[in-house]
C-alpha cells in the first residue's frame, strides 16, 4: 500500500467531520450529468448508486441526474435509452426504504416511478432541458385553447409547475472535462457548477466528500 492510499480513509473521515459541522450548508438538490458510456459501463453504474447512496447520507433531498445520448440514429438512442431504463430499474430496486425515482424517455415520457417520502431521484434519459420547456408551453397553451386557464394567467410560476423536475439544483456537477448539456435549463439558472477532470467510472466517494465541502465553502449569489 502507498503514503496516498494509507491516507484516503483519515482524509474521507477529515473531510466527513468538516461537512457534518455545517448541516445547514449542504445542497438540498444535487444534479449529475454524465454520458450514455458513463452508465452502460458497469463500474459506471456502480459510481452513481455509491454517490447517490453518500449523498443521501449528507441529507441531500433530490439528486437529477441526466444522461447525455449522443448517437444520432433515432433507433440507436432508442435502444440504448431502452437498456439504461433495465439497468436503472433493477439498481434502483435495492434502494432503501423511502427512496422514490421517476426516470424520463427519451420524449419526456414517465417510464417508471416510485413514490419516495425523504428522498427522491430523477433521472432523464437524453430528455434536455430544451424539450422539457417546449413541452411545458405547449401543455400549456393547449390548456388556453381548451379553455381551462386564461392568458393572462400565465406567468413563470405556471410554466414551472408543468416542467417534469420542479425543483431548483443548488449544484450542477459534471465529470471527464465535459461542458454542460441543456439539463434543467430553467432550473439551474442560479446554481451552483461543479467540473472535475476526472472520468465519471474513476469518481470515488473522496471525490463527492470534496465536491460538498467546496459547495459550503461558497458564497451563494443568485445571480446577484
Known amino acids: ?96 426504504e423511502g427512496t422514490g425515482y421517476t426516470i424520463y ?27 422539457e420547456i417546449t413541452r411545458a408551453v405547449l401543455t400549456i397553451l393547449e390548456e388556453v385553447k381548451a379553455g381551462t386557464i386564461k392568458p393572462e394567467e400565465v406567468d413563470e410560476k405556471m410554466l414551472e409547475s408543468h416542467l417534469l423536475v420542479k425543483h431548483e439544483p443548488d449544484i450542477m456537477i459534471r465529470s471527464g472535462g465535459q461542458k454542460l448539456s441543456d439539463f434543467l435549463v430553467w432550473q439551474s439558472v442560479y446554481s451552483e457548477l461543479y467540473f472535475t477532470d476526472v472520468n465519471w467510472k474513476d469518481v470515488r466517494r473522496l471525490d463527492i466528500l470534496r465536491l460538498m465541502r467546496d459547495f459550503q465553502k461558497r458564497q451563494r449569489r443568485y445571480g446577484k
Not at 78 to 91: H, N
Not at 120 to 131: A, K, N, Q, T
Open 105 to 131: 424517455g427519451l420524449e419526456g415520457e414517465v417510464k417508471s416511478g416510485l413514490p419516495g417520502k425523504d428522498f427522491f431521484v430523477y433521472v432523464s434519459l437524453g430528455f434536455g432541458g430544451r424539450d
Open 1 to 96: 500500500m502507498d503514503l496516498l492510499s494509507f491516507a484516503y480513509p483519515f482524509y474521507e473521515k477529515f473531510l466527513t467531520w468538516q461537512i457534518t459541522r455545517s448541516p445547514l450548508k449542504t445542497p438540498k438538490h444535487v444534479a449529475i450529468i454524465l454520458k450514455e458510456t458513463d452508465l452502460l459501463d458497469v463500474k459506471g453504474m456502480e459510481k452513481l448508486l455509491s454517490a447517490i447512496t453518500t449523498l443521501r447520507r449528507f441529507k441531500v433531498e433530490f439528486v437529477s441526474v441526466y444522461v447525455d445520448i449522443l448517437r444520432a440514429n433515432p433507433q440507436l438512442k432508442t435502444e440504448i435509452a431502452s437498456t439504461l431504463r433495465a439497468r436503472l430499474e433493477e439498481s434502483f430496486s435495492n434502494f432503501a
